[in-house]
């Protein structure tokens, strides 16, 4: 099932201050969300799973690793995460238990989302829990990938658009992690890689609008779930055109 969330109604519907930002749920579950009794997910399943985080000026977030595999996708503002500077757009993409960071906001602030394909109970920061890490490492290798700042297209360049374009901005590997770029023009539309290869999908609209088939128009820094299962996802933009980011997740054994 393919699953859609729009920008402005998560905004009005799901934002919700933090101690040193904002945290805005999109899709799925999460840590911040789940009810005081309530059942986690199971984490042997496909759980999508997005959330929008906004941090203030010179916030930091220090090393940690998460139990599921992960993107971060910088939307706004700047700073760096690790050794990368970071701006909008750059991706960023953890294997579980890959440690990585720090996280830190520059004067104006950053802002990321955070897309998993499955359930993952919070972060597990180092070196507290560097045991931990030395011990799944016979399961799971340390895996990062990363590509831009990408800038998204302003009103006049998704304009001056002519046709399609789409490129791989992180090449996909043997086992299904890739990450494409699509640029489309007002009203064209564009299909995405088989979901099939990998372990589900997410969209994110970078700039302009689109909508899947069926669907209404999804504004600027809205989510899109594709699962493995599913065909592959068709974009239709809106008529000011799109830059839409395509994020896939390897295939994993539970997938």
């Not at 904002?22 to 199971?42: D, F, S, V």
């Not at 993952?120 to 507290?128: L, S, T, V």
């Not at 001056?160 to 489309?184: C, M, N, P």
Request: aromatic share 8%.
């Amino acid at each position: 099932m393919i699953l859609t969330a729009d920008s402005i109604v998560a905004h009005q519907t799901n934002r919700r201050k933090t101690p040193n930002g904002w945290h805005t749920t999109y899709i799925g579950q999460n840590r911040n969300t789940l009810k005081e009794g309530e059942a986690p997910p199971a984490d042997n399943i496909v759980y999508p799973m997005a959330f929008l985080v906004e941090k203030e000026a010179a916030a930091v977030v220090h090393p940690h690793f998460h139990s599921a595999d992960q993107y971060q996708v910088v939307v706004q503002g700047s700073g760096r995460l690790g050794i990368h500077d970071i701006a909008s757009v750059a991706v960023h993409y953890t294997d579980a238990y890959s440690a990585y960071g720090p996280i830190v906001a520059a004067g104006e602030g950053v802002s990321w989302f955070t897309l998993r394909n499955a359930w993952d109970p919070g972060a597990r920061y180092m070196p507290a829990h560097r045991a931990q890490l030395r011990e799944a490492r016979a399961r799971f290798q340390h895996r990062e990938a990363t590509c831009g700042p990408l800038p998204p297209l302003s009103d006049a360049e998704r304009a001056a658009l002519t046709g399609v374009t789409g490129q791989a901005v992180i090449e996909e590997t043997k086992d299904g992690l890739g990450t494409w770029r699509y640029t489309v023009p007002a009203n064209g539309s564009v299909t995405g890689p088989n979901p099939s290869t990998g372990g589900g999908q997410f969209w994110l609209v970078a700039s302009g609008t689109a909508a899947v088939v069926g669907g209404s128009l999804l504004s600027a820094q809205s989510c899109i779930f594709v699962g493995p299962d599913d065909l592959a996802a068709s974009l239709t933009a809106g008529p000011l055109g799109a830059d839409l980011i395509c994020m896939q997740f390897p295939k994993r054994a539970h997938h």
